[in-house]
């Protein structure tokens, strides 16, 4: 019964125009959603799109003219690559879902423009100073320039451009990590761009060497070895900054006598500031040339550690009518919170030129209680003379100031 009322109703449908399909039957399937394109290089670019419920297949479709569209390919995945395409080219797709009951309509229109030229590849970065980095890369052929790009807050801007295979980033940060892209271009147009490359700027060195020359009983030299590409140095006084050198060399005045004064040096670019050198502990009261040990005390310098028969030597030229001293002690450093109390025997001998041992010095105590000591004034013997400061104990390590005087 159920039949015939069916069949009537088809009857009259047919007889008004309308058409009827009985449920479940050729159910039709939504077409692909969000379908995008992107250039991967001169001659492939992807094709990708949103995934349809029941579809057991997609059949991508291509065009140069957005008007007549040929089936590409098949696939099984929402993604697909078209290779062996021509260089500066703009191609047209769009996809279609499939499965036993038929195909969908047709997607919207992905469009994507091959590369004009190909990615560089071999890209690298390494650190040339304190304040630049050099980029270099593969050449690409056809190319007539490269474009450089830099990580500045999360995003790639471009900071220079080539005609060479590599590009020299200056005016940078020391001791900072910098990310660099490259690409290609023609007058056709740019390249992707290639992988992230990173280098870190150089940091700056600490100047070492440091030593005092007392001018007067209220005037002091202080010295240091030189620093290799650097702008200037900065001299501190008792952890503040009272001056800048352009040379290795600062000398301060107004001073008060029978007082200790605490000297640290930094170098200094237009990528930063180096860590502070050592100090001197000092005080000023009669004219001599003044040696210190490099980096002695804390503070964020590395201490110089006589450790258990380790050596430190010192050359001193002696002026004609001229004495030298060699005064020694471990340091316990009153600055605020910082303290050592670590301390070893030494053993100090002293020779002028190629001679035996003129002045032979031990100085023995218990670990723990504060070592100091001093050499006989040499005779007035002119000459370069050698110092050798030697660890005594077996396991104690020591941290001392030495003091050479030159009279």
Known sequence: MKKLNFLWIAAIAAIIGFSIT??????????PYNARASA??????????????????YRIYRSLNQTVFSHLGTTFLTEYTDTELSANTTYYYRVT???SSGESSQSNTASARTSSIGTPTGVRATATSTSSITVSWNSVSGATGYNIYRNISGSYTQVG???TTSYTDTGLTADTTYYYRVTASTSAGESSQSGNVSATTSSISTPTGMRFFYNSATSVTVSWNAVSGVTG?????????????????????????????YYQVSAYSSGGESRRSGYSTRTPNSPGLYYNLDNIVLLGVNPYYLTPGAEHTITVNVPA????????CDIDMPIGNYGIDNYADVMVRIRRGANTWDVTVQNQGNVGTNEHG???????????????IRGLNATASGIYEILVTVW
């Open 22 to 31: 009985a449920c479940g039957e050729n159910d039709v399937l939504s077409a």
């Open 40 to 57: 991967e290089s001169t001659s492939s670019i992807i094709i990708s799109w949103g995934s349809v419920s029941g579809a057991t297949e």
């Open 97 to 99: 879902a499939y499965n």
């Open 161 to 163: 451009t080539s005609t």
């Open 233 to 261: 140095y900065r001299i501190y006084r008792n952890e503040s900054l009272i001056g800048t050198s352009e040379s290795a060399s600062y000398t301060d005045t107004g001073l008060s006598t029978a007082t200790t004064y």
């Open 321 to 328: 009518g001229r004495r030298l001293n060699v005064e020694w």
């Open 374 to 388: 001093t050499t006989p004034r040499t005779t007035s013997t002119a000459g370069q003379h050698t110092i050798v």
